[in-house]
């Protein structure tokens, strides 16, 4: 069975409605960002490093940028709900998704939370009942406002926002005049590294700037809306922190601007007395109410999307038939919400989740280069990253290194959610989920270039320099002739050497006769003998291969028998040992050579294999037939690949070539009924230390009926074993 690959974009049977435009988009992404980025966190931050907390906001913007970028890219070209967990998931596969779902669900409902108990020091001014119960009252109104649908969420939104905004912009006109600059010395009061401190804590106010993408399902034109939705935002909000901390910063005395827990509406009172800061405070109650909204509409579609593939329970997938909104994921998420808002103290909250969002953030710069590198035939964003891949790395390194400033209790914090996410998969999703992603397929295809490109470069040489055949056992004199018509077959014309050892002097003699030297010497061939019975003879073999620059061993292998015990044990020493390629014939006698099988089984073809295969098929006029057997669980997409591959490796043989590709539960059984018919298979021979019982390469040729030559390189299996861990990680 041959396969063709199936390369498309994701589907879904379960659709959300396209209800949201450009202004309803900006009202998410604002809201989600202006609350207790500027409400709360600037007194944190001043605490940590003084007047310079408002470039604390313009380096954590900067650091926020390269994923502005990379999620508004394939937001276009993937626009379903989910965001960073989608894109995480498509591009890494589902285990990192898994982790990277939880981590952007947490963060986001941490952050919703963060706004939400930060209401209590604003609303001491207006009430005095218990402000976090208060807070649980609010998260379960939002609940509700959800359940009823996004777009009736958004419009309050909207009003919230709008009024946000416009108290703010007032506050910053009217203020700057009251600005005193004295305030600004000295500007680093503890150093460069608390300035970094400070933006690992407040970077969780720009987290709201990508929530775009995980109602992107929900966006009218999401083409154009969703980009120019990102960059309104975080334009903005690059301006307005900074401006309204260097007002607080300006108006208000240092201490009493690092003890207040309500550092707007202390600024405010500075500048326009008892009535500033009633305006203020209520002002900020209605932004963290309106970030809580934010994040509880956010934070709900991941486990919804989550759920859509099966790495989270089915309950989560349902969606309202009245309003369109995930009902179940917008319940379980807002009851989590509600516990954070009354168990979890305010600063830890926001540690948390800048914790999560700066190690989610360096997950989906990574995401946005697997789809780059992944040559997908459906990923067509309608946005581009500019100055790729330089912005993602920048934003890879630089989210990382603010992780390390944010403290130990959230970094540990962020890694046991990693921890736990993977654990949940393993538990939960690994036998539910698709396999495929970007990454995988990014890591076949240039696997794919590389051995295609070198297979095309020892094809079109000259082939191999100097070969050196041993023959150890008594054997008929067809069995040496068929070493010497192999190692003929694939030495380089002119100048390449063939010299045979021989051990044993009841081996018939001469080993060469004077007519095949003459013939070696006409085709510019140096042939020699040595003759050594008394020798240490593997010894004596790696002593002439590692002295004379062998390219290729060639030896036959005969079964293994308790008199042929010691031989067989000698060669695998040496096949593991040997610093050159080794190769050897097992099972019966040569005959005319009309078909040669190449075996793939277990990774890539390898060029020393194709190259040996192709050379023989060329000086016996014979045909080639690649075989690859995959697992029974292969996917469509594994099974294309290979079928991809094989075509791919047709272009650059020059005898005819056939493929076979088939997936099946018994591995020896199919490729021994596939090799049917073959006068000759080439398989690999993995090393010996890494087979605890029986080699498999031996196990396959006792199953043929006809002749294997198993070839050995100890390059080919590092860079294999390499793929093979990079595929585990990316699983």
Same mark, same amino acid.
């Given at each position: 069975?041959?396969?063709?690959?199936?390369?498309?974009?994701?589907?879904?049977?379960?659709?959300?409605?396209?209800?949201?435009? +450009?202004?309803?988009?900006?009202?998410?992404?604002?809201?989600?960002?202006?609350?207790?980025?500027?409400?709360?966190?600037?007194?944190?931050?001043?605490?940590?490093?003084?007047?310079?907390?408002?470039?604390?906001?313009? /380096?954590?913007?900067?650091?926020?940028?390269?994923?502005?970028?990379?999620?508004?890219?394939?937001?276009?070209?993937?626009?379903?709900?989910?965001?960073?967990?989608?894109?995480?998931?498509?591009?890494?596969?589902?285990?990192?998704?898994?982790?990277?779902?939880?981590?952007?669900?947490?963060?986001?409902?941490?952050?919703?939370?963060?706004?939400?108990? @930060?209401?209590?020091?604003?609303?001491?001014?207006?009430?005095?009942?218990?402000?976090?119960?208060?807070?649980?009252?609010?998260?379960?109104?939002?609940?509700?406002?959800?359940?009823?649908?996004?777009?009736?969420?958004?419009?309050?939104?909207?009003?919230?926002?709008?009024?946000?905004?416009?108290?703010?912009?007032?506050?910053?006109?009217?203020?700057?005049?009251?600005?005193?600059?004295?305030?600004?010395?000295?500007?680093?009061?503890?150093?460069?590294?608390?300035?970094?401190?400070?933006?690992?804590?407040?970077?969780?106010?720009?987290?709201?700037?990508?929530?775009?993408?995980?109602?992107?399902?929900?966006?009218?034109?999401?083409?154009?809306?969703?980009?120019?939705?990102?960059?309104?935002?975080?334009?903005?909000?690059?301006?307005?922190?900074?401006?309204?901390?260097?007002?607080? /910063?300006?108006?208000?005395?240092?201490?009493?601007?690092?003890?207040?827990?309500?550092?707007?509406?202390?600024?405010?009172?500075?500048?326009?007395?008892?009535?500033?800061?009633?305006?203020?405070?209520?002002?900020?109650?209605?932004?963290?109410?309106?970030?809580?909204?934010?994040?509880?509409?956010?934070?709900?579609?991941?486990?919804?999307?989550?759920?859509?593939?099966?790495?989270?329970?089915?309950?989560?997938?349902?969606?309202?038939?009245?309003?369109?909104?995930?009902?179940?994921?917008?319940?379980?998420?807002?009851?989590?919400?509600?516990?954070?808002?009354?168990?979890?103290?305010?600063?830890?909250?926001?540690?948390?989740?800048?914790?999560?969002?700066?190690?989610?953030?360096?997950?989906?710069?990574?995401?946005?280069?697997?789809?780059?590198?992944?040559?997908?035939?459906?990923?067509?964003?309608?946005?581009?990253?500019?100055?790729?891949?330089?912005?993602?790395?920048?934003?890879?390194?630089?989210?990382?290194?603010?992780?390390?400033?944010?403290?130990?209790?959230?970094?540990?914090?962020?890694?046991?959610?990693?921890?736990? @996410?993977?654990?949940?998969?393993?538990?939960?999703?690994?036998?539910?989920?698709?396999?495929?992603?970007?990454?995988?397929?990014?890591?076949?295809?240039?696997?794919?270039?590389?051995?295609?490109?070198?297979?095309?470069?020892?094809?079109?040489?000259?082939?191999?320099?100097?070969?050196?055949?041993?023959?150890?056992?008594?054997?008929?004199?067809?069995?040496?002739?068929?070493?010497?018509?192999?190692?003929?077959?694939?030495?380089?014309?002119?100048?390449?050497?063939?010299?045979?050892?021989?051990?044993?002097?009841?081996?018939?003699?001469?080993?060469?006769?004077?007519?095949?030297?003459?013939?070696?010497?006409?085709?510019?061939?140096?042939?020699?003998?040595?003759?050594?019975?008394?020798?240490?003879?593997? @010894?004596?073999?790696?002593?002439?291969?590692?002295?004379?620059?062998?390219?290729?061993?060639?030896?036959?292998?005969?079964?293994?028998?308790?008199?042929?015990?010691?031989?067989?044990?000698?060669?695998?020493?040496?096949?593991?040992?040997?610093?050159?390629?080794?190769?050897?014939?097992?099972?019966?006698?040569?005959?005319?050579?009309?078909?040669?099988?190449?075996?793939?089984?277990?990774?890539?073809?390898?060029?020393?294999?194709?190259?040996?295969?192709?050379?023989?098929?060329?000086?016996?006029?014979?045909?080639?037939?690649?075989?690859?057997?995959?697992?029974?669980?292969?996917?469509?997409?594994?099974?294309?690949?290979?079928?991809?591959?094989?075509?791919?490796?047709?272009?650059?043989?020059?005898?005819?070539?056939?493929?076979?590709?088939?997936?099946?539960?018994?591995?020896?059984?199919?490729?021994?009924?596939?090799?049917?018919?073959?006068?000759?298979?080439?398989?690999?021979?993995?090393?010996?230390?890494?087979?605890?019982?029986?080699?498999?390469?031996?196990?396959?040729?006792?199953?043929?009926?006809?002749?294997? +030559?198993?070839?050995?390189?100890?390059?080919?299996?590092?860079?294999?074993?390499?793929?093979?861990?990079?595929?585990?990680?990316?699983?």
């Amino acid at each position: 069975m041959s396969s063709l690959q199936r390369d498309q974009a994701p589907e879904s049977d379960s659709q959300l409605h396209r209800s949201l435009g +450009l202004i309803g988009v900006l009202t998410l992404s604002i809201g989600a960002m202006i609350g207790s980025g500027i409400f709360v966190l600037p007194s944190l931050a001043f605490k940590i490093t003084g007047p310079s907390a408002m470039v604390a906001y313009v /380096v954590a913007g900067i650091v926020v940028l390269p994923a502005v970028f990379s999620k508004a890219e394939m937001a276009t070209a993937m626009p379903a709900a989910g965001g960073t967990y989608l894109f995480i998931h498509r591009a890494m596969g589902p285990m990192m998704g898994t982790i990277a779902g939880f981590g952007v669900w947490f963060s986001l409902t941490f952050k919703a939370a963060f706004a939400l108990v @930060g209401l209590s020091a604003y609303l001491s001014l207006f009430i005095t009942a218990d402000a976090r119960l208060v807070g649980v009252l609010i998260t379960v109104a939002l609940i509700a406002l959800n359940l009823i649908g996004v777009k009736q969420s958004m419009a309050l939104q909207t009003v919230l926002v709008a009024g946000v905004l416009l108290v703010l912009v007032g506050f910053v006109t009217f203020g700057t005049p009251d600005i005193a600059t004295s305030a600004f010395e000295p500007f680093l009061t503890q150093g460069n590294k608390a300035l970094i401190s400070a933006a690992a804590v407040v970077f969780v106010s720009y987290a709201g700037v990508t929530k775009i993408a995980s109602i992107a399902e929900e966006v009218r034109n999401p083409e154009r809306t969703i980009p120019r939705g990102m960059f309104m935002s975080i334009g903005l909000m690059m301006l307005l922190y900074p401006a309204v901390v260097a007002i607080m /910063v300006g108006v208000t005395p240092a201490a009493e601007l690092a003890a207040t827990t309500t550092p707007v509406a202390t600024a405010a009172e500075q500048i326009f007395g008892r009535v500033g800061e009633i305006v203020i405070s209520a002002t900020a109650v209605i932004a963290l109410i309106s970030m809580g909204n934010a994040g509880l509409v956010a934070s709900a579609r991941y486990p919804f999307a989550m759920s859509r593939d099966q790495l989270a329970p089915a309950f989560l997938n349902r969606i309202s038939s009245r309003s369109g909104a995930p009902i179940s994921s917008i319940i379980f998420t807002g009851t989590v919400l509600g516990l954070l808002v009354g168990l979890v103290p305010l600063l830890e909250l926001a540690k948390l989740a800048s914790a999560f969002q700066l190690l989610v953030f360096a997950f989906l710069n990574l995401a946005h280069i697997a789809f780059r590198e992944s040559r997908l035939s459906w990923y067509h964003p309608a946005f581009r990253s500019p100055a790729y891949p330089y912005v993602q790395i920048f934003g890879i390194l630089s989210s990382l290194g603010l992780l390390t400033q944010i403290g130990l209790i959230p970094t540990i914090g962020a890694v046991g959610f990693i921890v736990a @996410g993977f654990l949940w998969y393993r538990g939960f999703g690994q036998a539910r989920a698709s396999h495929e992603s970007a990454a995988r397929d990014a890591l076949r295809v240039r696997a794919q270039d590389r051995y295609v490109a070198e297979t095309a470069a020892a094809v079109d040489g000259e082939g191999f320099r100097h070969i050196l055949v041993v023959l150890r056992r008594p054997a008929r004199l067809e069995r040496q002739q068929n070493l010497i018509r192999l190692a003929m077959h694939m030495l380089a014309e002119p100048g390449g050497r063939l010299h045979v050892m021989h051990f044993d002097d009841r081996l018939p003699v001469p080993v060469l006769s004077e007519d095949d030297i003459a013939a070696g010497a006409a085709r510019g061939i140096e042939i020699s003998v040595e003759h050594d019975p008394e020798g240490n003879r593997r @010894g004596a073999v790696h002593l002439y291969a590692e002295r004379n620059e062998v390219d290729m061993v060639l030896a036959d292998l005969p079964q293994e028998l308790p008199a042929t015990r010691h031989i067989v044990r000698d060669w695998r020493w040496l096949r593991d040992h040997l610093p050159s390629d080794s190769a050897f014939l097992r099972n019966r006698h040569l005959t005319k050579i009309r078909n040669i099988v190449v075996m793939g089984t277990g990774g890539p073809y390898d060029p020393l294999k194709l190259n040996m295969a192709e050379r023989i098929a060329r000086a016996e006029s014979a045909s080639l037939r690649l075989i690859h057997v995959a697992q029974a669980t292969a996917s469509d997409e594994q099974l294309g690949a290979i079928d991809e591959y094989h075509k791919r490796l047709m272009l650059t043989l020059g005898v005819p070539v056939e493929s076979q590709v088939e997936a099946a539960e018994n591995l020896v059984a199919t490729l021994a009924r596939l090799s049917r018919g073959a006068n000759l298979v080439l398989m690999g021979a993995p090393s010996h230390r890494f087979q605890v019982a029986t080699d498999l390469a031996d196990r396959i040729a006792e199953r043929l009926d006809c002749p294997a +030559l198993l070839i050995h390189t100890p390059v080919v299996e590092t860079m294999t074993f390499r793929r093979r861990l990079i595929e585990r990680f990316i699983s």
